[in-house]
């Protein structure tokens, strides 16, 4: 099992930053795959960014010219730093992790994770 903790999101105006924070602990192994991915009331669960085992990134569309994922503490933290926040970027967001990516396709998809966080919002005002 692989437990995950988030740290508080928060409110900001548009135009702000924010820097979410995601710990792994548990059966944490080398090949660890952290993604970040929202969501909105009445809307699916998307996809922010994700960080492979090897560093690779990738980011869901419009989202890395704002957003970046980083991950440290010997790869067992994944950091996801927004600026020039807007308020659609308003949401729930949730750290995830799988020990085995089927496949690089599954990335920023949600299937493709097996444990959750509990999720932190993040709002932003116009």
């Known amino acids: 099992q692989v437990q995950l903790v988030e740290s508080p999101g928060g409110s900001v105006q548009a135009g702000g930053s924010l820097r979410l924070s995601c710990a792994a602990s548990?059966?944490?192994?080398?090949?660890?795959?952290m993604g970040w991915f929202r969501q909105v009331p009445g809307k699916e669960r998307e996809p922010v960014a994700a960080?492979?085992?090897?560093?690779?990134?990738s980011y869901a569309d419009h989202m890395s010219d704002r957003f970046t994922i980083n991950r440290d503490n010997g790869q067992t933290t994944v950091t996801l730093q927004m600026s020039n926040l807007k308020p659609e970027d308003t949401g729930m967001y949730y750290c995830?992790?799988?020990?085995?990516?089927?496949?690089?396709?599954?990335?920023?998809?949600?299937?493709?994770?097996?444990?959750w966080g509990q999720g932190t919002q993040v709002t932003v005002s116009s």
């Open positions: 995830a992790a799988t020990r085995a990516l089927p496949d690089w396709a599954f990335l920023l998809k949600p299937s493709g994770y097996n444990y």
């Open positions: 548990g059966t944490v192994s080398s090949t660890l795959c």
């Open positions: 960080i492979d085992s090897d560093g690779r990134t």
